[in-house]
Each structure stands twice: as structure tokens, then as C-alpha cells.
């Protein structure tokens, strides 16, 4: 290792101890998270919703729809992909209210329903969904019940279970497996050394144990997907420190290797197919066709009141003096959409995953830790897709920031370059063949290719 690679690993070591140091400090930061998180929920909702006249600058209600999903959302998944889940483990407001209610709460043991590891995928596609139905994006009472509504139930099932813990952030956070997927890309974690655990136990005898509180075995911790970044156990037995890695590592050596059908479910049919669709769907040509037709079939059977069948705005988006309201044929033709666009994200990629598993003898395996390889595109689409909406609300303010869509493209492109490389990387575990494990590679540049050409011609468009 180089000088100036070394006082890289040093300096940010040294950041990993500050962290430890400054626990105090992080507690006082995360309260006034809270406090500006709930200003954001609740503001909006004492004030009119905004006219065309009003901008981010002017008024409470655009301010804060900006700042939740122009500048919150979309930079979250920036960080994480290039620092950790440092915003998890200093910043959250929602893990930071379930520990303090888990700290005075009941402490009872967690229940085996709740360590389901599907979780993290149903409770993000049902926000996902319910967010679309409901105009999240564009009103602050959705806003405040969802974001809200999953604040409180943070606050409820901390208060009953763990002691000191963030139950909810382990299990149930509906982005947890979002965050956890995009972390295995950033070049910095928390390394854990077996030596120097084995090392510090025999040197410094029995030591005080860490408060983890989102729940890892930090002796065994391997890759960091799961690790939250607070900084609570740097330094721990002279064996873990923050330190630069490889940004490939965690999917090709890490965490990669022991990749599940969950993860894999949460890569390709939600991120590739159901975000997507999610993000644009208003804007699809197909969408207006599925409900074009089912408008012909209504009125075919002569069943009307499908057409004008309004629910309320906790349901269905319900503000007719806005002149937005989700009828239920919008809405069965956005669920048609949904659908269709998360059955072809799993076809697309689906076969030639198993494909190039095939190919590369990974005996029998569904090829899990291949559809790894897919998660820098995975995470270029998500951030780009968020950061769409960063885009709209600055135009629709009449600020245009140049370029935004040829960065966009260029951020994707990019994106699934770096998952063909990492397919070709992943091969060498399974194939030693090189020519095998080109046409491996070749096979999942189809999909990937023709999926960011159709991602990039959205922006373009």
C-alpha cells in the first residue's frame, strides 16, 4: 500500500473514532432531524395548497414538497451509494425516535414474524404503491400520513420491542432493503478483522460490548448492507475500522456471495420494473391505452360508475378543485401498469440470468449473487428516476438547470457499463474460462443495454 493510500485509510479511521467520540453530538443532531422532519409533515398541512403563482421560495407547502422529494430522497440514494448508510445511522428521524421509545419501551423479545426477510420488499412496494395512488408527490395529506404513519408505527413497535434497539429499521423500514442494496456499491465501510478480533480478545481480556443497535453480529459482519455507519463500534477490540475499499468488492467477494432470492426480487422486478413504471407512469403511452380500454369495456357493458366511482384522498387522489382526481379505472390501469412493467423487468432479466448461470455451471444456484451485478444500474435508475422529480419541480418554478437530462443519460450509461464488468468479475467464481465467461457477460449486456437505451430515451424525450 502506497503513503498517500495509507494516510487515506488513516484519515478515515480517524473520522470512524470522531463518530465514537461524538455520540452526544449525533443524539442532539438527530433531534433536530426530527423537529425539521415534522415541521416538513405538518406545516403543509395548516396551509391552503399552493396556486400557479406560488414557488418553493414563496410558499411552505411547495418548500417543503421540494425539499422531501427534491432534495431529500433523491440525495439520500446519492450518499448512500458513495458514503454508506451514514444518513441511517446519524440522520434518520425514524431511527432515532424507535431507539429513545425502544430505550424506555417494554423490551420484549422480537417475534419470528417480524424477522421475515420478505419485509423489506413487501412494505416498499406497498408504500410505492399507495404513494402513486394517492399523489404523495404532489400533496402534503398523503404525505404526512404515509411518511407519518410509518414515523408512528417506528415509535410503537420500539416501545415494545428490543431494548435500545431499532427493531423497525432491522425488519420492517420499507426502505431498509433499498438502502441496504445501494450501500454494497460505496467505497468506504466498516471493516471487521477476524485476526485482530481474536488479537484484542486475548490482549485486552473481556471489553465493553457494542450497542448495535440495528441488530448485526458486528464480530461476523461481512460486507455493508446492513451496517447503519454510526460509528458506535469503531476501534472495538482494535479490529474495526472505517476504512476504503473497493466499490465492486461487497457484490463480487462480500455480502454478493451470499445474496438471496429476496435481494434479488428487490434488484429486478421492483427496482428495474415497478420504480420505473412508478416514476413515470403519468407521462406513459401505455398507461393511457390500458385505460382508454378499460374506459371502451365500461361503457360496452354499460357499467358506469366505475367511471366516476371517486374514493377519498386517503384512497384514491381526490381534489377536484385542483382538477386531480384518480377515478377507479385511473387507478386498475395504473395497477395494469404496474404490473406489467415489473413481469417485464423479471422476463428481461430473468431469462438471461438464468442463462448465463447456465453458461457458467454455477451448479444449480439460481444465479442470486449474478443479479447482483445488476445493482449499479439498479441504483443509477433509482437516483435518476427521484431525481426527475428534483428536475420538474425546478421547471415548473422556472429554473432549469442545463444538462440535467444529458447527465442523467450519461449517469445510466455509465451504470450499466459498470454491471457488465461486474458481470464478467462474478463469472470468475463460478468459470475459469475466460471465453465462457465473455459470452456470460455478453448474454446480460442485451438486457442491460436495451434497458438503459429505453431509461435514457425517457430523459431525452
Not at 135 to 164: D, E, H, T, W
Not at 241 to 269: C, F, K, Q, Y
Request: charged share 10%; proline share 5%.
Amino acid at each position: 500500500m502506497t503513503s498517500s493510500a495509507s494516510g487515506a485509510q488513516a484519515l478515515v479511521a480517524r473520522f470512524g473514532d470522531v463518530l465514537l467520540r461524538r455520540q452526544a453530538a449525533i443524539r442532539r443532531l438527530q433531534w433536530v432531524m426530527v423537529a425539521i422532519y415534522a415541521a416538513l409533515l405538518t406545516v403543509p398541512l395548516l396551509l391552503p395548497l399552493p396556486t400557479h403563482t406560488d414557488y418553493a421560495w414563496n410558499n411552505a407547502v411547495r418548500f417543503a414538497q421540494f425539499v422531501f422529494w427534491g432534495v431529500w430522497w433523491p440525495f439520500i440514494i446519492l450518499a448512500t451509494a458513495l458514503v454508506g448508510r451514514f444518513w441511517c445511522g446519524i440522520l434518520c428521524p425514524e431511527g432515532a425516535l424507535s431507539e429513545f421509545a425502544s430505550q424506555r419501551g417494554a423490551g420484549r423479545a422480537i417475534p419470528g414474524w417480524m424477522k421475515w426477510s420478505g419485509w423489506p420488499v413487501v412494505s416498499f412496494v406497498s408504500t410505492t404503491i399507495y404513494g402513486q395512488l394517492t399523489s404523495i408527490y404532489q400533496y402534503p395529506k398523503p404525505a404526512a400520513l404515509l411518511l407519518g404513519g410509518s414515523s408512528f408505527a417506528a415509535i410503537v413497535i420500539g416501545a415494545r420491542y428490543g431494548k435500545a434497539k431499532r427493531v423497525w429499521c432491522r425488519f420492517l423500514c420499507p426502505v431498509n432493503g433499498i438502502f441496504g442494496i445501494v450501500s454494497k456499491i460505496a467505497p468506504l465501510h466498516f471493516r471487521v478483522e477476524p485476526d485482530g478480533w481474536r488479537a484484542g480478545a486475548q490482549q485486552r481480556g473481556r471489553s465493553n460490548a457494542v450497542n448495535c443497535a440495528p441488530l448485526i453480529p458486528i464480530k461476523t459482519m461481512q460486507g455493508a448492507a446492513a451496517c447503519h455507519m454510526c460509528g458506535r463500534c469503531s476501534g472495538h477490540r482494535g479490529a474495526i475500522r472505517l476504512s476504503w475499499r473497493n466499490p465492486a468488492s461487497d457484490i463480487v467477494h462480500g455480502s454478493g456471495r451470499l445474496a438471496t432470492m429476496w435481494e434479488t426480487v428487490l434488484i429486478v422486478p421492483v427496482l428495474l420494473g415497478l420504480v420505473p413504471a412508478a416514476l413515470h407512469w403519468s407521462d406513459s403511452g401505455l398507461f393511457q391505452m390500458i385505460r382508454l380500454w378499460l374506459v371502451e369495456r365500461c361503457l360496452d357493458l354499460h357499467v358506469v360508475w366505475p367511471l366516476s366511482l371517486r374514493l377519498p384522498w386517503w384512497i384514491l387522489t381526490d381534489y377536484p378543485l385542483e382538477n386531480d382526481v384518480m377515478t377507479s379505472v385511473d387507478a386498475v390501469a395504473l395497477l395494469v401498469l404496474l404490473s406489467v412493467s415489473v413481469a417485464a423487468a423479471t422476463i428481461v432479466f430473468g431469462i438471461p440470468l438464468a442463462a448465463c448461470a447456465r453458461i457458467l455451471r454455477t451448479r444449480g444456484r439460481f444465479p442470486h449473487h449474478l443479479a447482483q451485478a445488476l445493482i449499479p444500474l439498479a441504483a443509477a435508475c433509482l437516483f435518476s428516476g427521484l431525481l426527475s422529480l428534483t428536475v420538474s419541480q425546478l421547471r415548473s418554478d422556472g429554473l432549469v438547470i442545463p444538462y440535467s437530462d444529458l447527465f442523467r443519460g450519461g449517469l445510466v450509461l455509465a451504470a450499466a457499463a459498470w454491471s457488465m464488468v461486474l458481470v464478467f468479475r462474478i463469472g470468475a467464481h463460478y468459470n475459469a474460462h475466460r471465453v465462457t465467461r465473455i459470452c456470460g457477460t455478453f448474454i446480460m449486456a442485451l438486457p442491460i443495454t436495451s434497458f438503459s437505451i429505453a431509461w435514457v430515451a425517457v430523459f431525452l424525450s
